[in-house]
């Protein structure tokens, strides 16, 4: 049994890829349908970050367990500028894309755990984890 799977960022169609891998892995880990929903549309945000603003980047996506519980971890990573603001990319409504904004706030409320690593000139990673209940 796999327990990680990636997907490199380049194009629009990887965004795709990274969305129906997250969907796969989800299902296969135990979730539900809404939770299946809530994983693939934060996979979809952190993706199109990578492929706006990084230009390429990596999803990484793994099966995980904490004693009797399972879960899935994500993370983003790419080696773009680096996010200059962590704060107002967190705060709600903020976009540079024209966006809804909904963004990297939105992608916090759909999981459990939110990290961020940034660093300018080198690249950003995001961590995100969902337990099944």
Sequence with gaps: MEYRSSVDIYTE?????????????AKEVGFGTVDQARIT???SELARNIYLYAGKGKIEITRIFKGDVKGISIVASDEGPGIMDVRKVMDD????????????????????DFDITTTQGEGTTITIIKWVR
Excluded: C, E, H
């Excluded at 169609?13 to 892995?25: E, S």
């Excluded at 976009?95 to 939105?106: D, E, K, R, V, Y």
């Design 93 to 112: 409504g903020y976009t540079t894309s024209g966006g809804l904004g909904a963004g990297m706030p939105g992608v916090k409320r759909l999981m459990d």
């Design 13 to 25: 169609w990887d965004i795709v890829a990274a969305r129906q891998l997250g969907r796969n892995k």
């Design 41 to 43: 549309t934060a996979i």
